[in-house]
């Protein structure tokens, strides 16, 4: 059964850092690419960013690139999202998921998420 499990989420101020994690486990995890997905209060899901199983990055938002970092750790089964110079645009929920090919950006499964909130 796969699982994802995102950590790292919280408050933080306009142009400040967080960095989420996100723990795999229950798949072959060198053989997916790993999403990072967004959901900001009252609207849809929408695609940040992903890092392919050869660690090839696709942005799905330009309005990150420069600021967002996607990485990855194929021993420790860690997906990670490093965000700088937030603004409250960036609020919403994150959400981690399984991808069998970023540039598709179709999503096999997710984790449960977690909340950033940017204050201004």
């Known amino acids: 059964q796969e699982q994802l499990v995102e950590s790292g989420g919280g408050l933080v101020q306009s142009g400040g850092s967080l960095r989420l994690s996100c723990a795999a486990s229950?798949?072959?995890?060198?053989?997916?690419?790993l999403g990072w997905f967004r959901q900001a209060p009252g609207k849809a899901r929408e695609g940040i960013i992903c890092i392919g199983h050869d660690g090839a990055t696709v942005y799905y938002e330009d309005s990150v690139k420069g600021r967002f970092t996607i990485s990855r750790d194929n021993g420790q089964n860690m997906v990670y999202l490093q965000m700088n110079g937030l603004n409250p645009e960036d609020t919403g929920v994150y959400y981690c998921?399984?991808?069998?090919?970023?540039?598709?950006?179709?999503?096999?499964?997710w984790g449960q998420g977690t909340q950033v909130t940017v204050s201004s």
């Open positions: 998921a399984g991808v069998w090919n970023c540039r598709e950006a179709d999503p096999e499964f």
């Open positions: 229950g798949f072959k995890f060198d053989y997916y690419g």
